[in-house]
């Protein structure tokens, strides 16, 4: 297959396909190939959708099974088996032993639908239009979800204005700034300018947004403003959710309880479009039909996201988690200090970044692009796409996790220190990988 085809026929839009110009052919596990048979280390991980490995076999096995039986496949949002189990699986295995008493909604098949419900139900709710979110956020690209999303590419691109939402800074932006105080003498001052919000959304850790990580104590601090001001706290756990940081939602270090959970991604289980909206049962507040559509009921999804809640549990992914998260940051931690000690890192669980905000522009998509060629996806995130992010699925091998890590260590130290490398740093890119 030659690339031309996508150049000549697809839509301009298109966009990872640039940054990693192949034709893929087959996924196993945390490896993509392409047509070509070279295989690449994916750290990329469908951007959150594939934290169970690609073609992963308990689960491509269920959805095997389920296609060979004849089951339904499409049946809008009619009672189904397959939507049964997946709906009693959640309940029982996910979110009554946490405690969580919260309705199952189906908004439609990707992140973007179940934020926008979730805009839906708290301005229904409060009765107001306006809602607060952090600088930085990506919650989605179609209009309501946009007007949240900072980016001001996508925005720009949008054609109308977009409004209703009242940004306020992220606690990583100005350390100095007790964020929590100021949206609280914002919403407290009569003069602030800024009209009362149905909900506070945020990401418990911003993917896109160049892996920034709430505090617990901010978290907790946020679900107390909301009480405080009579605001729903939605959390988007599209990206975040499913075992990425090292327990199935990415706020239970907190002890919190958001009032509206959002996910998608990986709650498809193996790359199959669903997303939910999780919803305390006083918030349920829509009428039949007022949020509808065709695909609210993939029904393989349903029973690879079954499938993918048995997978996890039975192989202790979250502890997993936390145990191969410790190995990216001791790795981290040993070797960047020795390409360039200023450079820094954060994330949680199996979602890491590192800051390359002090380097010049340019220098990050170079090392995207040489990660590449070595057999290494990875994207980038944040202002100007400064942040490298790593993000392999949660199954992968140690081996292969250090694998990954090596060749990033190999592209940063060559990158960072380029043409002229001394005697001395070449012994320490020796040292890195
Ligand atoms: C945190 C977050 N929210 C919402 C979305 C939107 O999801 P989708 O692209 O499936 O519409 C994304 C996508 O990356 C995301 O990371």
Redesign the pocket.
Known sequence: MESTVFETFESNVRSYCRKYPVVFSKAKGSVLIDQDGKEYIDFLCG??SCNYGHNNDYIKGKVVEYLMNDGLLHGLDMYSVAKGEFIECLENKVLIPRGYDYKVLFPGP????A?EVALKIARKVKGRSNVLALMGA????SLG?LALTTERSARDACGVALGNVTHVPHPCMMPGLDTIAYIDMLLTDDHSGVDKPAALIV?AVQ??GGINVLSNEWLRDARALCDKHDMLLIL?D???GCGRTGSFFSFERAGIVPDIV?M??SIGGIGMPC?IALVKPEYDVLLPGEHNGTFRGFQLAFVAGKAAIEYMLAHDLEAETMRKGRIVEEFLASRLRLIDPSLTFRGLGLMWGIDMGSYPCGTTQKIRKACFEQGLILELSGREDTVVKIMPPLVIEDEQLVQGLGILMKVLAETVSPMSMSPVKQSLVNQVV
């Open positions: 951007a959150g990707t992140g973007t639908n934020v990506f919650h989605g690209m979800s990401e993917g896109e988007d599209i990206q975040t959002v998608a991604k997303s």
